[in-house]
């Protein structure tokens, strides 16, 4: 049975940064594209960014694109998602997920993505 586990939420003030990480247990890590997602308060969850199974290409939402990166360690069964520039509507649980094992494209649609963590929260507010 695949886990995915979050760690690396907290409060923080606008213009900082944060480092989220999910490891990927019961599975073989480089068989799965990976995603990040997000849910604030009374909105439904948004897609953040995707990464291969490579971890070569990689896909963002407009509003995070060039402040946020995803890289994966294939190592350590991690994936992480370097946030910089924070902003306070960056602000939500983020969660970690991960689509079937051998699919190939990335995709920025929940509904496609089969594993998923408890999430982590984020906040961003001076």
């Known amino acids: 049975q695949v886990h995915l586990v979050e760690s690396g939420g907290g409060l923080v003030q606008p213009g900082d940064s944060l480092r989220l990480s999910c490891e990927l247990s019961?599975?073989?890590?480089?068989?799965?594209?990976m995603g990040w997602f997000r849910q604030a308060p009374g909105k439904e969850r948004e897609f953040v960014a995707t990464i291969s199974r490579s971890g070569v290409d990689t896909d963002y939402r407009d509003s995070v694109q060039g402040r946020f990166t995803l890289s994966r360690d294939h190592a350590k069964n991690t994936l992480s998602l370097q946030m910089n520039s924070l902003k306070p509507e960056d602000t939500g649980v983020y969660y970690c997920?991960?689509?079937?094992?051998?699919?190939?494209?990335?995709?920025?649609?929940?509904?496609?993505?089969?594993?998923w963590g408890q999430g982590t929260q984020v906040t961003v507010s001076s």
């Open positions: 019961g599975g073989t890590f480089s068989r799965y594209v």
């Open positions: 997920a991960a689509r079937m094992p051998g699919i190939t494209f990335m995709s920025s649609r929940s509904h496609e993505y089969k594993y």
